[in-house]
T-cell receptor, first 112, second 109 residues
Framework: DTAVSQTPKYLVTQMGNDKSIKCEQNLGHDTMYWYKQDSKKFLKIMFSYNNKELIINETVPNRFSPKSPDKAHLNLHINSLELGDSAVYFC???????????FGPGTRLTVT | GQSLEQPSEVTAVEGAIVQINCTYQTSGFYGLSWYQQHDGGAPTFLSYNALDGLEETGRFSSFLSRSDSYGYLLLQELQMKDSASYFCAVGDSSYKLIFGSGTRLLVRP
């Protein structure tokens, strides 16, 4: 059974489009995260939810909107995609104390 | 400011021991973690230190000195499959991890 899953694995789209990435975890964790990893492999937190409540919202353009329908799911919607949004987006989850996080396989987003 | 520093690249021979250092400067401290990431893969959790000292998990050990804002990951009996990127990460709050820029480890035969 996959612990943290993301769909789609690859996403190629044009500038200006709107797209969504879905994430689900079956680990029973309370906290979920979205990270962006750029071409230099720098991994940066974007958002974090604990029990469906937004607890971390880093300096991310408001074109990015996370949604957590329940504590097992955290989706990421991106409006008006730009070239600079091209990256790998990872979903992760953890128990309340977030030092041990479990990552999904990643979604490679390419904006052309 | 918040920063974590680790070497960008390390090369070692199969069977050897390698140490990857990490120094940090963060506004909060909720422990030091280490993650491994193979090319094209996802980061996977390796170890966590909340208190000073050495934590051992099989071939991997991790050390923390809070007074020096310093830690390291020690990999013993290196295998080819250990070739990957290794990230240190500091818990800046209960929920937030700040990652270093990663150390690319290349294990040669």
């Amino acid at each position: 059974d996959t612990a943290v899953s993301q769909t789609p694995k690859y996403l190629v789209t044009q500038m200006g489009n709107d797209k969504s990435i879905k994430c689900e975890q079956n680990l029973g964790h309370d906290t979920m995260y979205w990270y962006k990893q750029d071409s230099k492999k720098f991994l940066k937190i974007m958002f974090s939810y604990n029990n469906k409540e937004l607890i971390i919202n880093e300096t991310v353009p408001n074109r990015f909107s996370p949604k957590s329908p329940d504590k097992a799911h955290l989706n990421l919607h991106i409006n008006s995609l730009e070239l600079g949004d091209s990256a790998v987006y990872f979903c992760a989850s953890s128990h309340r104390q977030g030092n041990e996080q479990y990552f999904g396989p990643g979604t490679r987003l390419t904006v052309t | 400011g918040q920063s974590l520093e680790q070497p960008s690249e390390v090369t070692a021979v199969e069977g050897a021991i390698v140490q990857i250092n990490c120094t940090y400067q963060t506004s909060g401290f909720y422990g030091l973690s280490w993650y491994q990431q193979h090319d094209g893969g996802a980061p996977t959790f390796l170890s966590y230190n909340a208190l000073d000292g050495l934590e051992e998990t099989g071939r991997f050990s991790s050390f923390l000195s809070r007074s020096d804002s310093y830690g390291y990951l020690l990999l013993q009996e290196l295998q080819m499959k250990d070739s990957a990127s290794y990230f240190c990460a500091v818990g800046d709050s209960s929920y937030k991890l700040i990652f270093g820029s990663g150390t690319r480890l290349l294990v040669r035969p």
